[in-house]
């Protein structure tokens, strides 16, 4: 049974560049939620997609943006890249919007230079 | 809107020693509540869960128990093993409320030496 999976693994960006992260769901599962976790801090929701719509938005720019394939894979979206950008970015897959039971990937890790 | 208190670290424990670590939470309905753990350069696994009260979630000789009374759901281990270091977090979901996220402290990172 395949877990949640993500690309890529690292990733470099300088300021101002525009990034794109990619994330495969748990066989099973139908929505996506994406967080940003900064060093030494706990995960921050960014938003979830669900029927391949966002669902929900936590505190983040438009620069944050996402969506979802018809195979509830998923892709994150980030533009105009700043330095404080510069975090671990998690993917998590659960069975429907309804479920707080969340499966995590193991992330992307994005420096921004 | 909801939130996530955790002891702050780092804890540093010999092996076999006793663990607990401190979760309260504030919830505008009722959550689920989980433990995740993170070990280095990895993503979160989740360790235990409970989604009511009273509630007991246990998983690799971990435990916690959903107190609704005291709002907390504290982490605690009889006999800690090295195998065990790693940052720990504590989360609550809240779907029932209309909150999809997950709701984490900020992790508690603990270090067992032998």
């Known amino acids: 049974d395949a877990g949640v999976t993500q690309s890529p693994t690292h990733l470099i960006k300088t300021r101002g560049q525009q990034v794109t992260l990619r994330c495969s769901p748990k066989s099973g599962h139908d929505t996506v939620s994406w967080y940003q976790q900064a060093l030494g801090q706990g995960p921050q929701f960014i938003f979830q997609y669900y029927e391949e719509e966002e669902r929900q938005r936590g505190n983040f720019p438009d620069r944050f943006s996402g969506h979802q394939f018809p195979n509830y894979s998923s892709e994150l979206n980030v533009n105009a890249l700043l330095l404080g950008d510069s975090a671990l970015y998690l993917c998590?897959?659960?069975?429907?919007?309804?479920?707080?039971?969340?499966?995590f990937g193991p992330g992307t890790r994005l420096t921004v230079l | 809107g909801n939130s996530v208190t955790q002891m702050e670290g780092p804890v540093t424990l010999s092996e076999e020693a006793f663990l607990t670590i401190n979760c309260t939470y504030t919830a505008t309905g009722y959550p689920s509540l989980f433990w995740y753990v993170q070990y280095p350069g990895e993503g979160l696994q989740l360790l235990l869960k409970a989604t009511k009260a009273d509630d007991k979630g246990s998983n690799k000789g971990f435990e916690a128990t959903y107190r609704k009374e005291t709002t907390s759901f504290h982490l605690e281990k009889g006999s800690v093993q090295v195998s065990d270091s790693a940052v720990y977090f504590c989360?609550?979901?809240?779907?029932?409320?209309?909150?999809?996220?997950?709701?984490f402290g900020k992790g508690t990172k603990l270090s067992v030496i032998p």
């Open positions: 989360a609550l979901g809240d779907s029932g409320a209309g909150s999809y996220q997950l709701t």
């Open positions: 998590a897959s659960s069975l429907g919007p309804y479920d707080n039971e969340q499966f």
